[in-house]
């Protein structure tokens, strides 16, 4: 049985910028990741995971998810993501956390998107399911953006389960599209397998985001039982965050962490999307890889019902699913 946890960071990561000049992209800085990375080294964190060694991505394994690019096209490398999902496939370790930037969830097939160059977790997931012959890769998306580009890749495939929230406000949050909406439930054999619950206001809690985990995403995720487990972890969904404008503290992370180490026996890796409050970031960084390690998470108080918007949220996603789960049916 493997065990321990990893953290892959490398410091080059935080040595350069994004290409582009764009005021929106001014919040994607280098300190996102070394206020995490310090964070992590004050509280005693780092030195209880295990360090695997850091290479560059080959341009066979970028294609996986992306077109070919073009010679002159500035090739920013990001490292190391699907090397952590294979290392835990491989039972090298229990699970683990890739600290990387800039995020990948929006980015296509043959475009970057909002900051996103490379996606990151779409090639894990194409790369574990391809050299180690996994059937069942699970994908939980907690940024607050929709992650179209991985919906893109992977709305025709049945091995893929891809689950985000994200708000939505009726398609007049960004990015903007019909496809973001709870209708949209994959396409052909991946009918079902792509579950959207969008947020149609801000200032969700931690009742909220419990609700939807409780009532739609581990009914399902328990039937498909996994293989595998990535989150897209965009930290941008906590307090503070100038994004997401929610209300959720960095603790429940860890019990969103927690309640997703039990599937696929517990390969589980967690990587680096959006998050741009560093205080918020750098906390629910830590609490997502204390949790990895076994430590207990932190008692939750105050909670409530979730809201009404929340509640109809979630509703709309079970009837939207239920002719796809056995664990919807009894709504029809």
């Avoid at 341009?59 to 998810?65: G, H, V, W, Y």
């Avoid at 190391?80 to 930037?101: D, K, P, Y």
Wanted: with cysteine.
């Amino acid at each position: 049985m493997a065990s321990g946890s990893a953290l892959i960071f490398d410091e080059e990561m935080s040595r350069y910028k994004l290409l582009w000049k764009d005021p929106v992209c001014e919040i994607e800085v280098p300190e996102r990741l070394t206020v995490s990375y310090e964070a992590l080294k004050t509280h005693g964190v780092t030195q209880r995971c295990k360090q695997l060694p850091v290479r560059q991505a080959t341009e066979q394994e970028i294609l996986l998810a992306h077109s070919p690019v073009s010679k002159s096209f500035v090739f920013i490398l990001v490292r190391n993501i699907w090397s952590t999902a294979t290392s835990i496939s491989i039972r090298e370790v229990r699970n683990g956390m890739a600290l990387v930037r800039p995020p990948g969830h929006h980015s296509q097939r043959s475009a970057a998107n909002g900051f996103c160059v490379f996606n990151n977790v779409a090639i894990a997931a194409l790369h574990a399911t391809k050299n180690y012959n996994l059937k069942r890769v699970l994908i939980v998306d907690w940024d607050i953006h929709h992650g179209q580009g991985v919906q893109y890749c992977f709305e025709e495939d049945p091995s893929v389960l891809y689950f985000s929230w994200h708000r939505y406000e009726n398609q007049t949050f960004w990015p903007n599209l019909p496809e973001s909406d709870y209708t949209s439930v994959g396409k052909g054999k991946g009918c079902g397998f792509n579950i959207n619950l969008p947020w149609n206001k801000v200032g969700m809690t931690n009742s909220d985001y419990l609700a939807a985990f409780f009532h739609v995403l581990l009914p399902v995720a328990y039937e498909f039982d996994p293989e595998l487990v990535l989150v897209s972890a965009g930290f941008d969904s906590a307090i503070g965050d100038p994004e997401g404008e929610m209300c959720a503290i960095p603790e429940i992370f860890a019990h969103l962490t927690q309640l997703l180490m039990p599937l696929a026996a517990g390969k589980m890796c967690v990587v680096l999307e959006g998050g741009y409050n560093l205080t918020s970031l750098a906390q629910s960084v830590c609490q997502t890889v204390q949790t990895l390690l076994g430590d207990p998470a932190p008692r939750l108080s105050g909670l409530t019902a979730a809201c009404e918007s929340a509640l109809e949220s979630i509703q709309n996603v079970r009837n939207a699913q239920s002719s796809y789960w056995s664990c919807f049916k009894h709504l029809g």
